[in-house]
């Protein structure tokens, strides 16, 4: 069982960028797309960005323009840089398959704040 690891959160101000990283314990290739998805309290979990095998993206409305979502298979590792980051942007992060079918395990997730 593919297990993920998240990191690179934190607390930045408005405005500022992070860099997230989702580190798999097996093949990322053999699950094919990926996605980055968060929680905020009280609220359910969002998809955000996903990418194929092949590295074709998709965005969210709330996110488009400002976050990129990039894969390296070898390393199966999935990243999501973010930039112009906003308040409405603070939540638990996490990476996982696109489909629904192909989920694994959620990891901890990473928490991102944005505060000034």
């Known amino acids: 069982q593919v297990q993920f690891v998240e990191s690179g959160g934190g607390l930045v101000q408005p405005g500022g960028s992070l860099r997230l990283s989702c580190a798999a314990s097996g093949s990322i290739f053999s699950i094919g797309a990926m996605a980055w998805y968060r929680q905020a309290p009280g609220k359910q979990r969002e998809l955000v960005a996903g990418i194929t095998s092949g590295g074709a993206s998709n965005y969210a409305d709330s996110v488009r323009g400002r976050f990129t979502i990039s894969r390296d298979n070898a390393k199966n590792t999935v990243y999501l840089q973010m930039n112009s980051l906003k308040p409405e942007d603070t939540a638990v992060y996490y990476c996982?398959?696109?489909?629904?079918?192909?989920?694994?395990?959620w990891g901890q997730g990473t928490q991102v704040t944005v505060s000034s």
């Open positions: 996982n398959a696109k489909i629904s079918s192909k989920l694994r395990s």
